[in-house]
């Protein structure tokens, strides 16, 4: 029987299993998942750099903030041997956009191309060229902001692909009822990888210099391409070492089928995604590119404090993340929800909660603790969105998961372009009350997103998804 129907299953009958331990699955899942650390090391470390690259006589945004200084305590001077510059916030907010603008238009072309020709080399060598522009940063830094501008847009063209690249490669690799697991462990790396990235570019920033920032997360990014190359395949029926009982398990609970790109942009469960997708990312991606900003100029934090507490919201993330998609695959194998009400209720505790906090956040004034608790506590909430609409893909048309995927981050790219920009232009005196209207904006954002998602969100196998063939998780 189907733990899912509570009744006999076709599907179900014949599909063997395979266990988890030292799978290639699991494999797949780690190592795909120590990649993700390293995209999002190298997306958010100028965040915090960007605090020490400035010139804060002056830039009169960072010479002081509303609260009074936090002293810190090491016995180590700061080291201030980077170049720093004297870019004013209409060009900060540009320089932290510009990576959005280049990630937008790989990403759907990166879910064709993954599903057509294999998503290893394509995820493998957007990662590398990320990489090495990413060691290119100081270089053109000093050459003038708007060399650092392009060489950002260079990493997102090169990033843009990871995520759908990723879906599709997921599509041969992920049994429907274990993708809850297999997805979460591989895209928390980038939760994990903002906690790691954002203290240790504090702590090098200020022990070393800026410059360090680049070069030495560049270097773990070549660690892992290496890796990704010699351990990883396109498919199950390519890997020389997986066991022909996984092969079998992951194969048999597979299909696939044509592309019908019409079907699929007039499908409202696919829009439910997309618009979740793109108001997530509205304040997903303001706090990402701007939480450092507002730890120093309002809350006082040092950079060498600031890192450390801008990265507490995202290790929240990261755990609730895991945790969610436990208890996801959980409640759908013992039958106890559907998928759509657990990818539906998921979301909502991930988008709701968060707006929540953040609008709370905005009125603590300068009690820190207040502050810092709440803004970890919204983007905690969010990493359920990993079990809820961010895995919707797959459920609905599992075969096209990559172009979905690459369908909907077009859209949910956008924030990342605007948001920054309108964030900075709406706090270019950096008061409370400035950031309280970012704040608003981006909890309306979220909750409307969670609204519609609810509303037309679905959790089966669609129609046209997969002709001829009915799902067989309702």
Avoid at 438 to 449: D, E, P, R
């Amino acid at each position: 029987t189907c733990p899912l129907l509570h009744g006999p299953c076709q599907f179900c009958d014949h599909l063997p299993t395979a266990p988890a331990c030292c799978s290639s699955r699991y494999s797949l899942a780690f190592l795909s998942c120590f990649g993700f650390i390293v995209v999002y090391a190298l997306r958010v470390n100028l965040s915090v750099a960007m605090v020490d690259m400035l010139d804060t006589k002056t830039d009169d945004n960072s010479s002081s903030s509303v609260c009074p200084e936090h002293k810190g305590h090491s016995a180590l001077i700061h080291n201030h041997t980077g170049k720093v510059y004297d870019w004013d916030s209409e060009t900060q907010g540009w320089i932290l956009g510009s990576f959005f603008y280049g990630y937008i238009v790989t990403q759907i072309p990166g879910g064709y191309l993954a599903r057509k020709h294999g998503a290893k080399w394509l995820l493998g060598l957007g990662i590398l060229g990320t990489v090495i522009f990413t060691m290119l940063t100081p270089l053109a830094a000093s050459l003038g902001a708007g060399y650092l501008i392009a060489v950002r847009v260079l990493e997102g063209l090169g990033e843009g692909v990871t995520f759908p690249a990723m879906h599709a490669m997921w599509a041969s690799w992920a049994p429907p009822l274990e993708r809850s697991r297999l997805l979460t462990i591989s895209y928390t790396g980038s939760s994990l990888g903002t906690v790691l990235s954002l203290p240790l570019s504090g702590l090098i920033c200020y022990y070393l210099d800026w410059t360090y920032v680049f070069y030495i997360f560049g270097a773990v990014g070549l660690l892992w391409f290496f890796l990704w190359t010699f351990f990883v395949s396109n498919t199950p029926d390519s890997h020389k070492t997986i066991s022909e009982k996984e092969r079998r398990y992951i194969n048999s609970s597979l299909k696939s089928e044509d592309i019908p790109w019409c079907s699929m942009f007039t499908s409202l469960p696919v829009w439910a995604i997309v618009v979740a997708h793109f108001s997530y990312n509205w304040t997903f991606y303001t706090l990402l590119t701007l939480l450092p900003t507002y730890m120093r100029t309002i809350l006082g934090f040092s950079i060498q404090q600031n890192g450390m507490l801008s990265a507490l919201p995202y290790l929240g993330s990261w755990f609730l993340a895991l945790l969610g998609g436990q208890l996801a695959d959980c409640l759908r194998e013992r039958g106890l929800f559907s998928t759509v009400v657990v990818r539906k209720t998921f979301s909502v505790i991930g988008m709701v909660g968060p707006a929540v906090f953040l609008v709370s956040a905005g009125y603590t004034g300068c009690n820190y603790v207040m502050a810092v608790a709440f803004l970890t506590v919204s983007s905690a909430l969010g990493g359920f969105c990993s079990s809820g609409f961010s895995i919707n893909h797959l459920d609905i048309a599992p075969s096209y998961a990559g172009i979905l995927l690459g369908i909907s981050n077009t859209f949910a790219t956008i924030p990342g372009m605007v948001g920054p920009v309108i964030a900075r232009a709406l706090t270019s005196s950096n008061t409370i009350e400035e950031w309280q209207t970012v704040f608003y904006i981006s909890a309306a954002i979220n909750i409307l997103g969670a609204i519609f998602f609810t509303i037309f969100g679905k959790g089966a196998v669609q129609p046209w998804a997969v002709p001829g063939y009915e799902s067989h998780i309702q």
